[in-house]
């Protein structure tokens, strides 16, 4: 009975999570809050089992050193860079966006990103004088694809990393590969489906070609120190199996060294850190605590066995399974529910190390392609849909699910080859 019961509450969840009837972080907390007060978790097994602390302070720390990046003007910057390297061409620039977006998402996560690239593309957009929208879809698309080259790049990549003891260097070396060579077939096809209206005059190309991109800078010094920060954070998280510590120290280190080195203020930089977005994982992790306590996760566990588990079978089955249902409901929750799955499938079928990580990169390719398919797929779609609607460009879920769907299946036939390809 708790574990239908325990069902029931996540799937309410989701549904509000997903209709954004309530707002997500409330849902989750609601939900986590019913899961402990009727029994079904204790307070302290909440806490110490389930809710993944490495990945809540490896998202603080990694939002606190892009709070004080952003007062920079390192992302103006770049757009304006941008749209000169392209010359003043809506197409180039288009691409030439979704490329620095792209790379941006792999090294501070893609909803973080796509915050700060966003307004600048609008302003952009608008010298041109051409719709944004096409700009906003394929920048939020280039986001999922970009974030899942790292550890840190996606959501989901940061829930697998912590659960299954991979390192930063393991995700690039893996699922970077795979990056690399979907991002070129989906900015081409995003091209051909928008170059019709990427047509401007050649007064608003004069407009952009005077932007002033150096003038964006807005404090020289304090963008070298973040630099010098981050530059020390990235390599602490490929050495961080040698140096035995874990991604979150890390980043909580060196947020706090980038605090004190700047001397910012403590107070602004908290207020820009996205506490809701934490506040959900938290809830999030006590929801799938639940449904791991009530024996859920087991029976699904077991279903997965009627395939071998080293099989290639099993690794398409989970990266389509998991683009899917990412695709129907947002990539956090499936990707956090799915985790203990595997790792219930990796103790009962016996596996070793080697033979579960293909499962591992399986999981987190089609969650994070998965995240491309409709407008509640992933956090960085609806974020890019909430600041687009405030600018006066509603994208409908109709609307972002005409493109997300051939892109999700072009990337998840691309990662399919791949898996198959690299191992099997």
């Known amino acids: 009975m708790e574990a239908v019961f325990a069902v029931a509450l996540f799937v309410v969840v989701l549904v509000l999570v997903g209709t954004e009837v309530v707002n997500r972080t409330v849902a989750a907390l609601l939900g986590a809050a019913v899961v402990i007060s009727f029994g079904i978790v204790e307070q302290s097994e909440a806490a110490t089992e389930f809710i993944d602390w490495n990945t809540i302070g490896l998202l603080a ?43 941006l998402s792999a090294f501070l996560d893609n909803v973080t990103t796509v915050i700060l690239m966003v307004p600048v593309t609008f302003l952009i957009a608008d010298a041109l004088g051409v719709s944004p929208l096409p700009f906003m879809l394929t920048q939020v698309i280039a986001s999922n694809i970009g974030g899942a080259a790292t550890l840190i790049g996606d959501p989901p990549n940061i829930l697998i990393g912590s659960a299954a003891g991979l390192t930063f260097a393991d995700f690039v070396f893996n699922l970077a590969p795979v990056v690399v060579l979907t991002l070129p077939f989906v900015l081409l096809y995003l091209y051909l489906v928008f170059r019709r209206e990427l047509k401007a005059s050649e007064a608003s190309e004069e407009t952009v070609m005077g932007l002033d991109a150096r003038g964006a800078i807005r404090d020289p010094v304090l ?11 990235i390599l602490g998280f490929f050495l961080h199996g040698t140096l ?45 605590g639940g449904l791991e306590a009530t024996g859920v996760v087991g029976g699904i566990a077991e279903m997965l066995t009627a395939f071998d588990a080293t099989s290639a079978t099993a690794a398409v089955v989970i990266l389509w399974g998991s683009g899917i249902a990412s695709g129907v409901i947002d990539n956090i929750p499936f990707t956090a ?9 990796g103790e009962s079928e016996g596996l070793t190390e080697a033979q579960i990580r293909p499962l591992w990169w399986s999981l987190a390719l089609g969650a994070d392609f998965g995240g491309n398919a409709t407008l509640i797929a992933a956090s960085a779609n609806v974020v890019v849909a909430g600041m687009s609607e405030r600018a006066g460009q509603r994208i409908s879920f109709v609307k972002f699910l005409v493109y997300g769907i051939p892109v999700t299946l072009i990337s998840l036939v691309i990662a399919t080859v791949y898996v198959l390809v690299r191992y099997y």
């Open 223 to 233: 963008l070298r120190k973040c630099l010098i920060v981050l530059g020390a954070v």
């Open 337 to 345: 529910t799915m985790i203990p799955v595997l790792q219930e499938l």
């Open 244 to 288: 035995h510590l874990e991604a979150a120290t890390i980043a909580l280190f060196g947020a706090a060294v980038l605090l004190l080195y700047a001397r910012s203020n403590v107070e602004e930089v908290l207020r820009e850190v996205e506490w809701p977005t934490l506040f959900f994982f938290v809830g999030l992790f006590v929801l799938v």
């Open 61 to 103: 720390g990694m939002m606190v050193i892009v709070a004080v990046l952003d007062k920079t003007g390192l992302f103006e910057y770049l757009a304006i860079k941008s749209a000169r390297w392209g010359k003043a061409r809506p197409g180039r620039i288009l691409i030439l966006l979704a490329v620095v977006t792209a790379v």
